[in-house]
């Protein structure tokens, strides 16, 4: 092609080059789309099984103690018995002889990048969160994904307060993340300097998830100790 | 850089297919010479298990879009090549993510958001311009191929250095007898930062030499 044949072709594309371009293009997406769904579909399975299996993990740890867990459904009024793929469950966590050892909450709200999603482990005898555990972010490596590394950013869910007022009607302080240093309050989550945004999404997701699940835990507690 | 070097080459002798396999491991490599792909190179090469994880799933991405872009060469106009590269480029990250997925969520997880990050790496997309739409489907694996497996090595190669050295491990398994202080630093950002300096400098060094000889 002659180098000014070509510049005037680039100026104006004719309509047959313009028909090139969109079958090239369509043609592409078409293949690429294809191509996407067939891997998701091959490893869908797979994905699922090892995130069921990844989950268990991450309750084990959330409620220390724990060697059997139970799955309930909250069905607007009371817990029932569920399976993993119902609306609105919590994780009941049980030791050898039965004993309710604690209750695992899945919650997630958005962070800096992405959706955060966490699980953390309710103690409702100590009216504590006992445990705390990322189970998905996309934080930016290396600042934001702190809240899954720092070992004082976890220390603060050994041991938060989430009392209940007497009537069990509500968190009476509701958890918050407070900045770096300053914490002082047994509910507040002390922040981490470098992952401001993503620490405070911690402490919302777990202020607003509490707020909703401890008084319906309580309020059906004897339900869930017997394990029925 | 790396169309001057192979130019000159093809001037000389025609490189023959070891040739085209060889120039990505050591003589333009993507992370020594060509200093390509940056971003994963500093962040993900702080053990030795993540650095290879992510060298192989960009090797992987490369050597499938190579394929496709070389295959497909007559059938891409020119005016929309960039953006038929990168939508090829993306499927093979998206199955990669999923394919990663399925092996291990742990693995997944410290990877994290670096394996969508692979879209952009420079080194596919330069390959893909520079080399594949230009070449045979054979000779693009072939450079597919010895790039993929330059920038593995280069990936390894940082990764070792920091684990050792900032973790006193190598795979996970303890190197130093206990009381053995390691060298934080050296898995934070920073450490990637000299490890790959010094690299440079070693490769430098080498190939100063062997001009002069």
């Not at chain 1, 005898?125 to 070992?151: A, R, S």
């Not at chain 1, 309050?185 to 620490?199: L, Q």
């Not at chain 2, 940056?38 to 799933?57: H, I, R, W």
Request: with cysteine.
């Amino acid at each position: 092609m002659e180098p000014d044949k070509m510049e005037q072709e680039q100026a104006i594309p004719t309509s047959r080059e313009n028909i090139k371009m969109l079958r090239a293009m369509v043609g592409i997406s078409a293949l690429c789309g294809f191509l996407i769904v067939l891997t998701y579909e091959g490893t869908l399975p797979r994905v699922e099984r090892l995130r069921a299996e990844a989950l268990e993990k991450a309750i084990f740890q959330v409620i220390p103690g724990t060697s059997k867990t139970k799955v309930f459904a909250y069905d607007g009024s009371t817990f029932i018995k569920a399976d993993d793929n119902a609306a609105d469950i919590v994780y009941a966590g049980y030791d050898e002889s039965g004993n309710l050892m604690g209750v695992a909450i899945e919650a997630s709200g958005q962070g800096y990048a992405d959706i955060i999603k966490i699980l953390y482990g309710y103690d409702p005898e100590k009216q504590h969160i006992i445990g705390f555990y990322v189970l998905e972010t996309k934080e930016t490596p290396g600042l934001g994904d702190k809240i899954e590394k720092d070992k004082d950013f976890l220390a603060n869910f050994s041991a938060l307060d989430v009392s209940l007022s007497d009537d069990m009607g509500k968190v009476i302080n509701q958890v918050v993340t407070v900045k770096q240093g300053t914490k002082q309050n047994p509910w507040e989550i002390d922040g981490i300097t470098g992952a401001t945004i993503s620490s405070r999404a911690i402490g919302n997701i777990i202020g607003e998830s509490t707020m909703t699940w401890v008084p319906r835990i309580n309020k059906n507690l004897e339900k869930m100790k017997r394990n029925e | 850089m790396s169309e001057v070097s192979s130019h000159s080459a093809q001037t000389k002798i025609p490189p023959s297919s070891t040739d085209e396999f060889i120039k990505g491991l050591w003589r333009e490599n993507p992370v020594f010479v060509q200093v390509l792909g940056m971003c994963p190179v500093l962040a993900v090469s702080n053990t030795a298990e993540n650095a290879l994880a992510m060298g192989l799933a960009t090797a992987f991405v490369l050597l499938m879009s190579n394929i496709l872009v070389s295959s497909l060469q007559n059938f891409i106009p020119k005016q929309v090549r960039i953006a038929s590269y990168i939508l090829i480029i993306a499927t093979f990250v998206t199955i990669t993510d999923y394919t990663i997925q399925a092996i291990s969520v742990e693995l997944h997880k410290s990877l994290g958001a670096f394996i969508s990050l692979i879209v952009v790496n420079c080194l596919i997309l330069s390959r893909a311009e520079a080399f594949a739409s230009k070449n045979t489907v054979g000779k693009s694996i072939l450079d597919a191929l010895g790039m993929g497996a330059g920038f593995v090595f280069a990936l390894f190669c940082l990764g070792a250095v920091r684990e050792v050295m900032g973790n006193g491990t190598f795979f996970g398994l303890s190197l130093f007898p206990e009381g053995f202080q390691s060298w934080i630093v050296m898995i934070l950002p920073a450490g990637g930062f000299f490890t790959l300096a010094a690299w440079l400098l070693i490769f430098n060094l080498l190939q100063q030499k062997k001009s002069k000889q």
